[in-house]
């Protein structure tokens, strides 16, 4: 159950429009309608261009101004299949990740390679990748900023056949460490059995689910107020969730 939709940008019918948009989209491209709703008045370009964890940071950022902060996230524990359930405090979520403004290092055997943290765009661009791997392949060769081999400058496009895998992985390793949001891992110990099961946080999703019961939920009041006092539907999104609740009540009392 969705607590009151707190203080935002963005008013009831304009998320319930944003949900009608996500609807009809595929599962992956919800993340740029939400991370639209979280930054009112940033184009298409500044969003694609931002790194990935300040997208997700942007994302937990709309969810706490709409559903408060605290988020509760369930797990199945990989050994003994038990259904965990806790509370998770979005404030220690993306916040207070400083990320670098200077390009990364990575020096490796006879490579040094500087990059960039990936890109929404980068992201996106790496998703069509048939394997990990080449996902990983594609991401290190766009955010590359200069390699050199023994002291020898080696140009972006002669990277694939030439960066060993090992170098590669300790690139994205380095990413993931100086952008730690960009991919919220947590680890959740079984109250059953004690094993540690780790579980990925997906932003995007979490915050459509909610959306979508919170939307579903509204259209039911109204409904249910439109059909006891003959009000529009914008005149019932005008209406504060407070208001809107007592009317439900005095619509129940009758
Ligand atoms: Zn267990």
Known sequence: MN???GASAAGP??????????LAQHPSDRSMLLHRAARPGAGTDELLSVPVGQREADLLALRRALFGERMQ??????????EMEFDLDTRVLGAGAELPREPLRVTEGEWVVEFRLPTVADLTAAATASDP?????LLVRA????????GEPVGADALPGLLPERVERRIAEAAAEADPTADVRLTVACP?????????????????????????????????LATAYGWSEPEILALSPLRRRYYLELCADV
């Open 3 to 5: 607590g009151p939709i």
């Open 13 to 22: 019918a304009e998320l319930l429009a944003v949900w009608e948009t996500g």
């Open 133 to 137: 791997a080449q996902a990983r392949g």
């Open 192 to 224: 059953e059995c004690g094993d540690a099961t780790p579980a990925e946080l997906d932003i995007t999703s979490y915050l459509w689910t909610e959306l979508d019961t919170w939307a579903r939920d509204l259209m039911l009041d109204v409904h249910l």
């Open 143 to 150: 955010c590359t900023v200069r390699a050199l081999r023994h």
């Open 73 to 82: 996230v369930r797990v199945e524990c990989g050994a003994c299949g038990e």
